[in-house]
């Protein structure tokens, strides 16, 4: 069995940073991609970032250049850096973890952006 935790939510001030992790745990030979995506209220899940095994990353237009994902693969843990951050950023940040066929979730982080 497979488990995924996010942690470093919280509220931040606009221009602000935070540092998500995202660790998975269990029974685990090998993680394929992981990456991150947010859910705002009234809005559908986006992706925010990505990240292969090998370290190729991809992300959304509108965190370039403020968002970094990265992993450690011996921690089977994946973050996302997080700066200059804008009140629109405010969501439920969560993560998933490729594992064979199989994509494991976990229950996600609050972001809050707002003076």
């Known amino acids: 069995q497979v488990h995924v935790v996010e942690s470093g939510g919280g509220l931040v001030q606009p221009g602000g940073s935070l540092r998500l992790s995202c660790a998975a745990s269990?029974?685990?030979?090998?993680?394929?991609?992981m990456g991150w995506y947010r859910q705002a209220p009234g809005k559908e899940r986006e992706l925010v970032a990505g990240i292969s095994t090998g370290g190729r990353t991809n992300y959304a237009d509108s965190v370039k250049g403020r968002f970094t994902i990265s992993r450690d693969n011996a921690k089977k843990t994946a973050y996302l850096q997080m700066n200059s951050l804008k009140p629109e950023d405010t969501a439920v940040y969560s993560c998933n973890v490729n594992i064979g066929l199989v994509v494991y979730w976990g229950q996600g982080t609050q972001v809050t952006v707002s003076s």
């Open positions: 269990g029974t685990i030979s090998y993680i394929n991609a």
